[in-house]
């Protein structure tokens, strides 16, 4: 009796403890989502980075050389958009990166942008996406084509998601990191389905099966690694009607309890500005009319380079935007307190375009703030960080620099504010390339 009473003690206590490790482990998560994951900690220079801006310094001169250097040392995230960055050894892979990452004392905090999605840019007039729902011969997706994409869906699940959760869950316990969730996908699903190429069943169900498969994924398996949803920019989703059919599909898909909260401004130029006071157009709406109707416009707040404001827009900033949306998103989620990061690297000018619609390669842009968790409402906003990585093209003009045709070109590559529309400009290099000419006119132009 007296042994059987010991091992029942020790079985009592046994489990007491494993429920006191559990207890302490969801308070460990707790605690690391009320945190700000980029306070405290040093930020990851990537030296692919440093190379790239390296092959400008060399040929720059003056103000601008002095700039380039400077930016040698300014952390950026780093895009995985292709199966093939996940693993390897070098600092152009997940992998590589994160062991790089792992060797500094105390290890750097990595910031990755998840970016495969089948069916990408499903809005864009051409995609640089690998994954498709259903590829033609040349291997760029057949957005006509309707179905449930399965295949696609499988590839995305098994060859890019699965893959980069293992190499993830390797080194979140050594590394701080963080991921940026599939930018534009979302807010295209929330406002372009009358566009066939994001409206046909196909593309719905890539982003609706995709994204919650990635976020509950990572969730499961490092819930410390704190995800941002891409929440595209005020100039996209400012306007209320858009705010909410992002809010309820953010609901619909059941991930709000797993994510920190949203990107914003990625790989745009929309200015970070300054916050107004919140005039709702009426009690409980996620539209503040503080600026509306031409009121307040003499206030720093209302500055608005896009002319938002004249159509009943007011997310003429991001911060500005940021408070509507998280109003908004509360109606569909109550308690939900979403956190934010803003893409500043490329918004240091705001009024430099002559229709904000166009995002390829702008003329006349300059580099924004350095990464910083001093931000102007610490409250939502976590951090202002180089999403988009200044000097990377993005997308190729009708002809590459080498005067081959270029099989991606975008017709939004040659607006009239993309570099190379006009005479005796250089031609932009594909997607992603390293664009000379543009990182010497972002530098000229920064306000870091």
């Not at 429920?19 to 692919?48: D, E, H, K």
């Not at 040929?59 to 693993?87: C, F, N």
């Amino acid at each position: 009796l007296t042994i059987h009473h010991a091992r029942y003690q020790r079985r009592v206590r046994g489990t007491k403890m494993k429920q006191v490790l559990l207890f302490l482990a969801v308070l460990g998560v707790i605690a690391l989502a009320q945190r700000n994951p980029f306070s405290g900690v040093p930020y990851y220079v990537n030296p692919s980075y440093v190379l790239e801006l390296n092959s400008s310094i060399a040929t720059a001169t003056g103000q601008v050389k002095s700039t380039l250097e400077s930016m040698r040392t300014v952390p950026s995230a780093y895009w995985i958009d292709v199966k093939s960055k996940i693993h390897g050894s070098t600092t152009d892979t997940v992998e590589g990166i994160l062991a790089d990452s792992a060797k500094k004392s105390p290890p750097h905090l990595v910031v990755f942008i998840v970016y495969d999605l089948p069916n990408r840019d499903c809005h864009a007039k051409a995609s640089n996406g690998e994954i498709c729902c259903y590829p033609n011969s040349d291997g760029t997706c057949n957005y006509d084509m309707s179905g449930d994409c399965a295949a696609g869906i499988n590839q995305y699940k098994t060859q890019y998601i699965d893959p980069f959760v293992a190499v993830v869950r390797q080194y979140a316990d050594r590394v701080p990191i963080a991921l940026v969730i599939e930018p534009d996908s979302l807010p295209n699903l929330a406002t372009n389905l009358g566009d066939p190429h994001c409206g046909n069943s196909a593309t719905q169900a890539a982003y609706t099966q995709g994204i919650p498969y990635a976020i509950n994924s990572f969730y499961n398996a490092v819930p410390n690694v704190p995800m941002y949803v891409d929440a595209a920019h005020g100039g996209w989703l400012g306007w209320d009607d858009n705010l909410q059919k992002f809010a309820q599909l953010i609901a619909s898909l059941n991930i709000a309890s797993k994510i920190r909260g949203f990107s914003t401004n990625v790989a745009n130029y929309q200015p970070i500005g300054i916050q107004c006071p919140w005039q709702p157009q009426s009690q409980g709406s996620s539209r503040n009319d503080y600026c509306l109707n031409n009121q307040h416009q003499s206030d720093p707040c209302c500055a608005d380079p896009c002319k938002l404001e004249g159509q009943w827009n007011p997310g003429n900033n991001e911060l500005n935007y940021i408070q509507g949306l998280t109003v908004g998103l509360r109606q569909h989620i109550p308690n939900f307190q979403p956190h934010y990061i803003i893409d500043s690297g490329r918004n240091g000018v705001a009024n430099m375009r002559q229709d904000c619609a166009n995002w390829c390669n702008i003329r006349g842009a300059g580099v924004g703030l350095k990464p910083t968790t001093n931000t102007a409402n610490t409250t939502l906003v976590d951090a202002y960080y180089w999403l988009k990585t200044p000097g990377e093209s993005d997308g190729c003009t009708q002809m590459l620099p080498n005067g081959q045709a270029c099989k991606r070109y975008d017709s939004m590559c040659g607006s009239a504010d993309s570099i190379g529309s006009r005479s005796g400009e250089p031609r932009a290099p594909e997607a992603g390339k390293w664009f000379d000419y543009q990182i010497k006119m972002l530098a000229e132009n920064a306000h870091m």
